[in-house]
């Protein structure tokens, strides 16, 4: 089983659509939770960071952790086409990085 | 945001040559970087990390004689493929975590490798 498990999509909606991207973990020692955001044969970008369980909001995006249900979300509010690119969760303890394999979102006008 | 500089941005080569790839941190220094590959629509898969001015530690099943790793510098880290095969075709990505700045990774924009 691995570490950390993304629902794998691909994921297709309508401009102005609320997205929901989930990942589930089972290292309870995970420490750090972060959202990439990688566009084709580009490096991934950081969207989100966050190390507490609860809620922390970026403009459109918002980061759920849920630690006691070891499952964290990313809520995009108002998706639009430049939204479309893969989305990656990572976490870590205070070592390297393992991340999900990724959803592939598509935001159609 | 901090800014990782990854160079080339693609390159192809011939069977049996070297390749280098150059990783960069240009507002900020890296005591710290790593090193990925990915294959078409699946993750990151680490393949080491590199510490400035120590021996890169490599993850299980990556040979260290056919991936160079040098960080001697806080700014750049260089990845060297040596003796590259078809095999070793694949999108190289780096990453910098900032000194004494937490826990937050940076990433160059990759570098597509073709060997004929």
């Known amino acids: 089983q691995k570490e950390v498990e993304q629902d794998p999509g691909p994921l297709s909606v309508p401009e102005g659509a609320i997205v929901s991207l989930n990942c589930t973990y089972s290292n309870s020692a995970f420490q750090y939770f972060m959202w990439y955001r990688q566009y084709s044969r580009k490096g991934p970008e950081l969207l989100m960071y966050?190390?507490?369980?609860g809620n922390k909001e970026d403009g459109r995006f918002t980061a759920q952790v849920d630690k006691s249900s070891k499952y964290i979300s990313l809520f995009i509010r108002d998706s639009q086409p430049s939204d479309s690119a893969t989305y990656l969760c990572a976490m870590k303890t205070s070592g390297k990085s393992t991340f999900g394999d990724g959803t592939t979102l598509t935001v159609k006008p | 945001g901090a800014v990782v500089s990854q160079h080339p941005s693609w390159v192809i080569c011939k069977s049996g040559t070297s390749v280098k790839i150059e990783c960069r941190s240009l507002?900020?220094?890296?005591?710290?970087m790593f090193w990925y590959r990915q294959f078409p629509k699946q993750s990151l898969m680490l393949m080491a990390t590199?510490?400035?001015?120590?021996?890169?530690?490599?993850e299980q099943g990556v040979e260290k004689d056919k991936f160079l790793i040098n960080h001697a510098s806080l700014t750049l880290s260089t990845l060297t493929v040596t003796s590259a095969h078809p095999e070793d075709s694949s999108f190289y990505i780096c990453?910098?975590?900032?000194?004494?700045?937490?826990?937050?990774?940076?990433f160059g924009s990759g570098t597509q490798l073709s060997v004929l």
């Open positions: 507002d900020f220094q890296a005591t710290t």
């Open positions: 966050t190390y507490s369980s």
């Open positions: 990453s910098a975590r900032e000194t004494g700045g937490g826990e937050k990774l940076f």
């Open positions: 590199s510490n400035e001015g120590s021996k890169a530690t490599y």
